[in-house]
């Protein structure tokens, strides 16, 4: 997560997708960006996905895997390892808050 430091976000980590819905939800910070991973417990990243983008549209969400995805995600995505021109054109390189 120190890459998106860099970059001037501020970084706030969920370790499962209903976490990372509470922090969305309580809006301080607003978040204005999530990186999900496409595999984690409880609910996929997919699924976060959806959720947030249906309850919070204002968000954007960027999902990313180390893993071959037969079918790709209407998302922006990201691969593993993460490179520092990768995020930055999926992010753009100005600050806000990332989860």
């Not at 370790?15 to 309580?26: H, T």
């Not at 301080?28 to 999900?36: A, K, L, N, T």
């Not at 996929?44 to 954007?60: M, Q, Y």
Request: with cysteine.
């Amino acid at each position: 997560m120190e890459l998106f430091r860099e970059l001037g976000f501020w970084v706030f980590d969920a370790y499962n997708g209903s976490q990372a819905l509470e922090i969305v939800a309580a809006g301080r910070p607003p978040i204005d960006c999530m990186f999900v991973d496409i595999r984690m417990p409880g609910m996929s990243g997919t699924e976060l996905a959806r959720i947030v983008r249906d309850r919070h549209p204002e968000v954007k969400v960027v999902l990313t895997t180390g893993y071959h995805l037969e079918q790709k995600p209407d998302l922006p995505m990201v691969a593993k390892p993460w490179q520092l021109d990768q995020i930055r054109r999926v992010l753009g390189t100005g600050g806000g808050t990332a989860h």
